[in-house]
């Protein structure tokens, strides 16, 4: 299903079972479509009901429950703020603004926590250093069940439904093509696309600029002295190099194959 202004709209029907073995090949149809050939499936240590329940309904239960049980298996219970969860909660279900985050909530059975409430969560969010904290719980959790000695780096543009701009959010090149205001997010991943740090900027910064602040920032934050990154080649620019080298980092360049012309010998 797509959910899309408040609409939903059924994509594509798999079909009805009516015995063991007709639901065990649905199952078999579903989990196909919904994992791509190319992309690997986050793993949060082994078997979970996330993973094994088979959902018989359309209560929005099933769904909170999927969440909070990913919460408390990364760790972040350790933010003990509901308003935070909810704001969080609301947003993944829905790409919605906070003023909106009511009716989501709602629609979920939640009963959501007043407004003003909610503006003074974002207040903690930053006093508390909440990404601090929810950063440390996934290079811990990426540590315990992976490893975080090679990370990823690459970066992405995040456009706003707004017409004004501000000191942050402002018009910029568009991959997309798009007229929008927009930010510059650098992700820093583990091997299995696992996040372990983020970072944001103004959309006509050069991309080859994040790169470093991501990495300083993310060895500070865990005490670590030696990384291997891997990125693209446009994102290792000579400076960049230099300064990786300077840091005493290792580093992993992707590049595509280079095209030789080749000539058979009569």
């Known amino acids: 299903m797509d959910k899309a202004g408040g609409v939903r709209r059924i994509v594509e029907h ?44 359309s209560r929005p239960a099933v769904l909170v429950e999927a969440i909070q049980t990913a919460w408390s298996a990364l760790g972040f219970e350790q933010v003990r703020d509901e308003a935070f969860f909810q704001l969080v909660l609301a947003r993944i279900v829905e790409p919605i603004s906070m003023l909106d985050r009511a009716r989501v909530l709602a629609d979920l059975g939640i009963t959501p926590v007043h407004r003003s409430t909610m503006h003074r969560c974002l207040r903690r969010i930053a006093e508390r250093g909440y990404r601090d904290q929810l950063a440390t719980a996934c290079y811990q959790h990426a540590a315990q069940h992976g490893d975080a000695a090679l990370a990823l780096y690459d970066v992405t543009t995040l456009y706003f439904e707004a017409e004004d701009e501000d000191e942050l959010r402002q018009v910029g ?94």
């Open 14 to 57: 798999l079909g009805c079972a009516h015995d063991e073995a007709e639901l065990a090949a649905l199952m078999t149809a579903g989990r196909a479509k919904l994992t791509a050939p190319d992309q690997v499936m986050l793993d949060f240590g082994g078997p979970t009901a996330m993973q094994s329940a088979v959902v018989t309904g």
């Open 173 to 266: 090149y568009s991959k997309e093509c798009r007229a929008d205001p927009q930010i510059l997010v650098g992700l820093l991943v583990d091997r299995q696309g696992f996040p372990l740090e983020i970072g944001s900027w103004e959309p006509n910064l050069a991309e080859t600029q994040t790169i470093i602040p991501t990495l300083e920032a993310f060895q500070a934050r865990h005490h670590l002295a030696d990384v291997i990154v891997v990125a693209d080649a446009g994102m290792l620019s000579s400076a960049n190099l230099k300064a990786l080298d300077e840091a005493r980092l290792r580093f992993i360049v992707g590049h595509g194959r280079s095209r030789a012309s080749c000539r058979q010998s009569p």
